[in-house]
T-cell receptor, first 114, second 115 residues
Framework: DTAVSQTPKYLVTQMGNDKSIKCEQNLGHDTMYWYKQDSKKFLKIMFSYNNKELIINETVPNRFSPKSPDKAHLNLHINSLELGDSAVYFC?????????????FGPGTRLTVL | AQSVTQLGSHVSVSEGALVLLRCNYSSSVPPYLFWYVQYPNQGLQLLLKYTSAATLVKGINGFEAEFKKSETSFHLTKPSAHMSDAAEYFCAVSDGSSNTGKLIFGQGTTLQVKP
């Protein structure tokens, strides 16, 4: 009965590889987000989608490409991985894109690039 | 542009003591403010939020926060710390005018609770 789930939980890969992280929510929410948490625990939004439409696209390298096949899923594909991409990536969802809405977070995916 | 500053990256209290975690925000429009907690190796969980109703907001696990516009603050308190409160706490602000749901997080405060 997990609300927001992410796979995989851990991802270890070599520089230059391409990898994907998947996110699914079963809350019936319309809006989903990707956040990056760095080694100092600083959290920064990367993208958000509302009902499969891109709403927020922060200054993120174009090696990162989100894809939302339906409003319950938001995947993150990363091309040509770099050392600096090592971080914990969190998916989140909210009822709508209104700024007052609580965001529900997944457990995170720890990406390590060697 | 909006921003959040959490004063004190580490706060240590004894079990049973008052918990006070400080958060100051900057916003050109009336803000929505949130406190989230992150336990080790987990995602974030909402503790409480301020959305322009009552200035004193009560949340889960005995936490509360008071919105003070004149001080641009939204400090988090709990009268009596419990060992299970040890975690990372994040204050966040959301732009009430853009309606995108974009959250700007503070740097986080690690709460240590000593027996």
């Amino acid at each position: 009965d997990t609300a927001v789930s992410q796979t995989p939980k851990y991802l270890v890969t070599q520089m230059g590889n391409d990898k994907s992280i998947k996110c699914e929510q079963n809350l019936g929410h319309d809006t989903m987000y990707w956040y990056k948490q760095d080694s100092k625990k600083f959290l920064k939004i990367m993208f958000s989608y509302n009902n499969k439409e891109l709403i927020i696209n922060e200054t993120v390298p174009n090696r990162f490409s989100p894809k939302s096949p339906d409003k319950a899923h938001l995947n993150l594909h990363i091309n040509s991985l770099e050392l600096g991409d090592s971080a914990v990536y969190f998916c989140a969802s909210s009822l709508g894109q209104g700024s007052y809405n609580e965001q529900f977070f997944g457990p995170g995916t720890r990406l390590t690039v060697l | 542009a909006q921003s959040v500053t959490q004063l004190g990256s580490h706060v240590s209290v004894s079990e049973g003591a008052l918990v006070l975690l400080r958060c100051n925000y900057s916003s050109s429009v009336p803000p929505y403010l949130f406190w989230y907690v992150q336990y080790p190796n987990q995602g974030l969980q909402l503790l409480l939020k301020y959305t322009s109703a009552a200035t004193l907001v009560k949340g889960i696990n005995g936490f509360e926060a008071e919105f003070k516009k004149s001080e641009t603050s939204f400090h988090l308190t709990k009268p009596s710390a419990h060992m299970s409160d040890a975690a990372e706490y994040f204050c966040a602000v959301s732009d009430g005018s853009s309606n995108t749901g974009k959250l700007i997080f503070g740097q986080g405060t690690t709460l240590q609770v000593k027996p």
